[in-house]
């Protein structure tokens, strides 16, 4: 399954120079991806780690955007 937004992982990126601008959207997209498996799954741990892992993509990507508003552009 892809990630609606961008795909992140290394062999998809086809020499694609990412910015930290681009990071939020593509960790979103992995958390997006990771919430529709958690809702495939009948495994209650399966399901667990799938959303926990996507609270953390989320969580980064809070962060990277907290990081760049603070940042100051010469």
């Known amino acids: 399954m892809k990630a609606p937004t961008m ?3 290394p062999s998809e990126l ?3 120079v990412f910015g930290m ?3 939020p959207d593509c960790l979103r997209g992995q958390a997006t991806m990771y919430r ?3 809702e495939q799954t009948d495994d209650p741990i ?3 780690e799938l959303l926990e892992l996507a609270s953390v993509c989320d969580e980064v990507a809070n962060n990277i955007e907290d990081r760049l508003g603070r940042v100051v552009i010469n």
């Open 7 to 9: 795909n992140c992982h």
């Open 14 to 16: 086809n020499g694609t």
């Open 21 to 23: 601008h681009d990071w």
């Open 36 to 38: 529709k498996l958690a």
């Open 46 to 48: 399966v399901k667990n």
